[in-house]
């Protein structure tokens, strides 16, 4: 079967012929009809050859098709259900320690999968099982996002539009620092009340005027002391975003202020994101792709040329 890996030494993917997976005790096989793409990918390439356990690696870690094979074990699933995969469950993580699903099938564990809702578009059931699931998962659990609170979030891009959109749902009033303009009528459009070009204009913004309750940094572009210089005493940062592997705080900012990682989530939060998704509630913006051009699509996400998600279909 095809799959896009990664070989090493930080060499842009590679699209390989390998043998099919058999799936083991409480694994299931899955044949994938959607990969969203990911910035966590092209990181993966930059800084993954430390922590793969074995290379070539098959990438892809944002997954919805079909089960074609049942392990011993498994039980609550059948073949020829439709599914997405939670990323950060059971089974190490896919693309990074794991085979993930930048390939015609996938071996997952079957207490990481979750039903697609009849209905529901299949590109959207994959970019929820990551960008979907760690947004919320960031915003309303680990942020606690809530009706009356002032919140921020840094970067409209494939996870803070679904974030963003999800504390608007919650009653939040939300404000965006986004540096790409022509993305801010999309923003204004999921509910948000202002935008900013850098999270800095925060402490100075007429509108604003800094004081969040909660800033969820889904860029992590060195953007992590804007973030906690917008917040008020008492507020919390929320880090999800991994643009750069390192970033410097000033001491005294953090003093007063509660800075937290935010890392995937769980089934049930793909399951609540499934279900807004499907009423029409979040409505992420997403470009689909053919498979021959993951390769060239991670490329774009590396030079920052995409908007919202990209996700490969095929298989269909």
Not at 74 to 95: A, D, H, K, L, N
Not at 104 to 120: A, M, N, Q, S
Not at 305 to 314: C, D, I, K
Request: proline share 5%; net charge negative; charged share 20%.
């Amino acid at each position: 079967m095809r799959a896009w890996q990664y070989m090493g030494n930080r060499a842009p993917i590679r699209l390989n012929e390998i043998p099919e997976p058999e799936p083991g005790p409480n694994q299931v096989l899955v044949e994938v009809r959607a990969a969203g793409l990911c910035h966590s990918d092209v990181m993966y390439m930059t800084e993954g050859d430390r922590a793969m356990p074995f290379l070539p690696m098959t990438q892809g870690h944002e997954n919805a098709g079909v089960i074609s094979g049942l392990g011993t074990g498994v039980t609550g699933f059948e073949i020829g259900e439709v599914v997405g995969i939670c990323p950060s469950g059971v089974q190490p993580p896919m693309g990074m320690f794991t085979p993930g699903g930048f390939a015609d099938k996938v071996i997952t564990d079957y207490r990481d999968l979750v039903r697609v809702p009849e209905g529901l578009n299949l590109s959207l059931a994959a970019l929820a099982t990551d960008a979907g699931m760690t947004s919320y998962h960031a915003m309303i659990e680990t942020g606690g996002a809530k009706a009356g609170m002032k919140v921020g979030v840094i970067g409209f891009g494939g996870l803070g539009q679904v974030g963003a959109r999800a504390a608007v749902l919650a009653g939040a009033q939300v404000h965006v620092a986004e540096v790409k303009r022509e993305i801010w009528p999309i923003a204004e459009a999921a509910g948000v009340l202002s935008c900013v070009d850098d999270a800095a204009e925060w402490e100075t913004d007429p509108l604003t005027g800094g004081d969040f309750d909660l800033v969820v940094d889904y860029a992590g572009f060195d953007t992590t002391q804007k973030a906690l210089r917008a917040v008020k005493r008492g507020g919390k940062v929320v880090q999800v975003g991994l643009g750069r592997p390192e970033f410097t705080i000033n001491t005294p900012t953090i003093l007063g202020r509660t800075l937290e990682g935010s890392l995937g989530g769980t089934v049930e939060d793909i399951e609540q994101v499934y279900a807004l998704m499907l009423r029409g509630e979040i409505t992420p913006v997403y470009t689909e792709i053919g498979f021959d051009e993951i390769g060239a699509g991670l490329a774009k996400l590396a030079a920052n040329e995409v908007t919202g998600r990209l996700v490969a279909r095929f298989g269909d």
